[in-house]
């Protein structure tokens, strides 16, 4: 029968090999540290993780699919200068925390799998990462002492603070909490503020938080919110001289001096041979080769989450971004296709959801658009991609959006973007009406906004259309 550790409480461990494993309902690892008495490691190798998974005395040992791994440790193999193995629980997910979960367990077993000691790891909160447990010396002998230690530097910091090496920077990306922008602006009340993943691919979505009978936005107080209207008074869009301008750099341009006149790239038209490569601001006609108008295209947009290298670097971070389309009437947002709600009210435009396959392979998410079907009132579209579980575009690569022709499935244009920015959001690019024609334009643009609800405020600097 085992014996329950309170935090602090240590026993005797009279067994030579033990076995420490973790009960816990989120993706997490389990790690060592073996650890002198100055509380560092001798070398690298005295770090067992994933990715180093053997060390002095301790092998980290896989569990049944979707368990943590756990840690064999025979302790008269373990060298005599380490005084203490301290096993460590790393969320797989550096934005969650623990205390949005039941409270992890730490069980120590014998080599039989006869449970010795368990200790439940309350008190948790904000962490990520967690010191659970050690094996320590104590006048020859070994014991076992619950610890239950938060850690709230990140992984790369806590394993650099026991002396372990560190030296590819994205490794500390992957492991840490991800950088944050500039904070944005509360979401409208019309949207919803913290949006869960959607929970079928079916479309229209049936969930009446998202589709009620009256619609999306949800109906009350509509969209835009009554008062101040949209934008807010004295924030019109693009916002005057000596406010906002690039994104984290302070005002632009500096007082007293002019705006500098922009100089967008030239227009460009469509090919039936080959698709156009858009660069940033560049502009394309929705016309086929010959005049004809388009009328039902597809928006492909992709990415692939950046594989990082170095000590930790077998892993490819969980990188969960989704697609969506916001519709304008002129300044004011009207509706939204979306992981939440897939098709728009007036069926113009249907979110594909997720992991498509078939007709645009390698596209990670695909939006359909039948521009004979946009509201009149309609001027503009904005597609724009943001971080569920706010990593950045710095743990991004090859984003890209394509326009294929929905009749033929050719592609017509892409846009990719270069290099990772350190945004949760990216207004990828935007559809508009220039008289009787509808008109794309490459934008690449980042902000701070984890859904779409967030995202809103953002989009008003992209509608002039000069």
């Given at each position: ?5 309170a ?7 009279a067994t030579n090999d ?12 389990l ?18 993780f994933?990715n180093?998974?053997s060390?002095p ?8 699919a979707?368990q ?10 373990v060298?005599?200068?380490?005084a ?9 997910d550096a ?12 069980i120590?077993?014998?080599a039989a799998?006869?449970r010795?000691?368990?200790y439940?790891i ?11 447990l050690e094996?320590y010396r104590r ?6 002492r ?5 850690y709230?530097g990140?992984f790369?910091a ?33 949207y919803p503020?913290q ?8 479309y229209?979505?049936?969930d009446p938080q ?6 999306y ?12 209207g949209?934008?807010p008074?004295g ?9 906002g ?9 500096p ?5 500098p ?12 041979d ?29 990415w692939?989450p ?21 519709m ?6 009207v509706?939204v296709?979306?992981?939440g709600?897939?098709t ?5 435009i ?8 078939g007709?645009g392979?390698?596209d990670?998410?695909?939006?359909l ?6 509201p009149?009132?309609?001027s ?13 575009f ?30 949760t ?16 334009q490459?934008?690449g ?14 989009l ?7």
């Amino acid at each position: 029968m085992s014996a329950t550790l309170a935090k602090g409480q240590n026993g005797p461990l009279a067994t030579n090999d033990v076995v420490v494993s973790i009960q816990l309902t989120a993706p997490a690892d389990l790690s060592a540290l073996l650890v002198t008495e100055q509380g560092k490691v001798r070398s690298d190798a005295d770090f067992v993780f994933f990715n180093q998974p053997s060390g002095p005395g301790v092998n980290l040992q896989p569990a049944p699919a979707g368990q943590p791994a756990s840690l064999a440790v025979s302790l008269n193999s373990v060298p005599a200068d380490i005084a203490q193995i301290r096993a460590v629980i790393t969320l797989d997910d550096a934005n969650s925390n623990f205390g949005q979960f039941p409270a992890p367990t730490a069980i120590v077993s014998d080599a039989a799998g006869n449970r010795l000691y368990e200790y439940q790891i309350e008190g948790l909160s904000s962490e990520s990462i967690v010191i659970a447990l050690e094996l320590y010396r104590r006048q020859g002998s070994w014991k076992v002492r619950a610890v239950g230690q938060g850690y709230a530097g990140g992984f790369a910091a806590l394993v650099t603070d026991h002396g372990v090496t560190v030296d590819d920077s994205s490794s500390q990306q992957q492991a840490a909490p991800a950088p944050q922008a500039a904070p944005a602006p509360p979401p409208p009340p019309a949207y919803p503020t913290q949006p869960p993943p959607p929970t079928t691919p079916a479309y229209p979505a049936q969930d009446p938080q998202y589709a009620p009978t009256g619609g999306y936005p949800p109906p009350g107080p509509g969209y835009p919110p009554p008062g101040p209207g949209y934008p807010p008074p004295g924030q019109g869009y693009p916002p005057p001289p000596g406010r906002g301008g690039a994104p984290g750099q302070g005002a632009y341009p500096p007082p007293g001096q002019p705006v500098p006149p922009q100089q967008p790239p030239a227009e460009v038209s469509l090919s039936k041979d080959r698709p156009v490569s858009l660069v940033k601001g560049q502009r394309v006609t929705l016309r086929k080769e010959g005049g004809a108008a388009l009328t039902f295209v597809k928006m492909g947009l992709g990415w692939d989450p950046v594989k990082s290298r170095g000590m930790f670097g077998n892993r490819t971070v969980d990188v969960d971004l989704d697609a969506s389309v916001v519709m304008f009437a002129d300044t004011n947002p009207v509706d939204v296709a979306y992981y939440g709600q897939l098709t728009s009210k007036d069926g113009s435009i249907r979110h594909q959801g997720d992991n498509l396959t078939g007709e645009g392979e390698g596209d990670d998410e695909v939006i359909l658009v039948d521009l004979t079907r946009i509201p009149a009132h309609v001027s503009t579209l904005v597609f724009i991609v943001t971080s569920y579980k706010g990593h950045t575009f710095e743990q991004v690569q090859n984003a890209f959006c394509r326009l294929v022709d929905g009749t033929t499935n050719a592609e017509l244009a892409r846009y990719t973007l270069a290099g990772g920015m350190p945004f949760t959001a990216m207004a990828m690019s935007k559809v508009f009406r220039v008289g009787n024609d509808w008109k794309m334009q490459a934008l690449g643009e980042g902000f701070a906004a984890k859904h779409p609800g967030e995202a809103v405020p953002h989009l008003g600097r992209f509608l002039q259309h000069g």
